[in-house]
């Protein structure tokens, strides 16, 4: 659809297609949705392709927020399958962090589906280390996961703040929890966002070398924690 396509208007269309069909209905069991992200994926004889090729090569690369945005609508769903989420992350990873690091006045929804593309991407334990990790030069200037999340952190809405922080203790073991903490201990972001990195580190300090960890890049002893964290959470 989308190849055949001439137009933008044409191309949004397709994509928003594509992606609508795509996503999981309530409760819809999750073989279900996988076997039908397998169909709307499936290789295309005529052209050589899977729809994920056009998808991140046309719709992600292009210079239309729109299309960029239904592009990663459509992505994110397709990450219920896994060798699907690998294919996305591998070919499309340098555009998804670029559509992290657009400014939410221009391209609100973009950054709402592309920080989901990577939730899907990380709810695999072998791609986590991967996507902390990716660092890339792009008009002489170092961009990479971290640079991008910290970004959505300060800018985004309320939704996209708070799974961005959920996205962030997912890899906590791979520099997620220096992020988190880097957000807290220099106020990086407004009160929903320090109350969301707050929250989804204080769990984590269930573990003592996690709380001790936590304590250290906080500057506080043990006892000072609860009070500290409460701060964000509670505004006390």
Same mark, same amino acid.
């Given at each position: #659809? ?97 559509? @992290? ?9 973009? #950054? ?14 072998? #791609? ?93 002893? @043990? ?14």
């Amino acid at each position: #659809m989308i190849i055949l396509a001439s137009t933008p208007k044409a191309r949004r269309y397709s994509g928003l297609v594509l992606a609508r069909v795509s996503e999981a209905g309530e409760l819809e069991p999750l073989f279900d949705v996988q076997e039908r992200v397998r169909k709307v994926c499936c290789h295309i004889p005529l052209f050589g392709v899977t729809a994920l090729d056009p998808m991140i090569n046309i719709m992600l690369r292009s210079i239309d927020e729109r299309q960029r945005a239904i592009a990663a609508q459509a992505l994110s769903c397709w990450c219920v399958v896994q060798e699907y989420a690998i294919e996305i992350w591998e070919k499309g990873s340098e555009l998804i962090i670029d559509l @992290l690091l657009v400014d939410h006045e221009v391209n609100p929804e973009g #950054m709402w589906y592309a920080v989901n593309i990577l939730v899907g991407i990380v709810q695999y334990r072998e #791609m986590r280390e991967g996507v902390a990790t990716l660092e890339f030069l792009h008009d002489a200037h170092i961009r990479s996961t971290w640079t991008a999340l910290r970004h959505v952190i300060r800018g985004g809405d309320d939704d996209t703040v708070i799974e961005a922080a959920v996205l962030m203790q997912t890899m906590s073991t791979f520099g997620g929890l220096e992020q988190l903490m880097d957000v807290l201990v220099h106020e990086d972001g407004g009160p929903v966002a320090l109350k969301a990195c707050a929250s989804v580190v204080q769990p984590l300090c269930a573990k003592k070398k996690t709380r001790m960890r936590v304590a250290e890049l906080a500057g506080k002893s @043990l006892d000072e924690l609860s009070i500290w964290f409460s701060k964000y959470i509670f505004g006390a």
